[in-house]
């Protein structure tokens, strides 16, 4: 995330949650400076998820959370992108705009080695952006991608559109498109702080895998169930 990006996002917040939503993240920052927290890694059997897009399969049990959902999958469109020059001139700029210009090569970088970028277009505007890596190329050091496994990176919902419950609905759409190309299991991790990913990812389904963190330069992991 770029500086620029960073002082709009805070900006943001503070407009909508006042100064002791400030208070609250300094204090959490110093926390976690001094006592790094744990990240936590779910998987999710994609053929299982069901897809908002089709009635009837929706998690949702609730008729006017279900209206909700629904209007938001009318008023946003997923852009798979696996080159930046699949954009259209507007679009690009749209992109450059939302995620600060100094992103844009390491954007580059990734999708030219293999990565796929997740576009969430909201009419003119970026609503939000996720990263999918495949396959046993790439490696982390808590696990090893199979040729039909995917993890999500660096997952985030533009500021301006945050509250309105996009998330799940920009997930959804995303697995859905990893399915048509026959990945059947995605794992993602959070921050134990992050409650709205923690809340998207239980309503798609996610399961809990494993909790881990560096301390003293090495990873520490806790498999005890959530």
């Known amino acids: 995330m770029s500086v620029v990006e960073r002082i709009s996002e805070i900006s943001h917040r503070v407009q909508r949650e006042g100064f002791r939503w400030c208070v609250k993240r300094l204090t ?13 890694l779910y998987w999710l059997p994609v053929a299982d998820t069901p897809d908002l897009q089709v009635p009837g399969t929706s998690p949702i049990s609730n008729e006017h959370f279900r209206n909700i959902v629904s209007r938001l999958l009318k008023m946003v469109e997923l852009r798979v992108i696996k080159d930046l020059h699949e954009l259209k001139p507007h679009e690009y700029q749209a992109l450059q705009d ?8 390491l954007y580059g970088q990734r999708l030219s080695q293999g990565a796929e970028l997740h576009v969430l277009f909201a009419g003119q505007h970026v609503a939000g952006t996720l990263f999918f890596v495949f396959g046993g190329s790439h490696r982390f050091q808590h696990m090893v991608l199979t040729d039909r ?4 990176l660096d997952g985030r919902i ?4 945050r509250g309105r419950g996009l998330y799940p609905v920009f997930l959804s759409l995303s697995i859905s498109a990893l399915h ?3 990945i059947e299991r995605l794992f993602i991790e ?14 798609l ?11 003293r330069g090495q990873y520490r992991y806790d498999i005890k169930a959530l």
Request: glycine share 6%; charged share 25%.
């Open 98 to 105: 939302n995620v600060g210009a100094s992103a844009m090569p």
């Open 158 to 161: 533009d500021p301006r559109f």
């Open 190 to 203: 959070t921050s134990e702080h992050n409650e709205e990913a923690k809340r998207s990812f239980v309503c």
């Open 180 to 182: 048509q190309k026959g």
């Open 205 to 215: 389904g996610f399961h809990f895998l494993l909790k881990y963190k560096m301390s």
């Open 149 to 152: 496994d995917a993890m999500a």
């Open 28 to 40: 959490q920052a110093i926390s976690d400076r001094l006592l790094p927290p744990w990240s936590i």
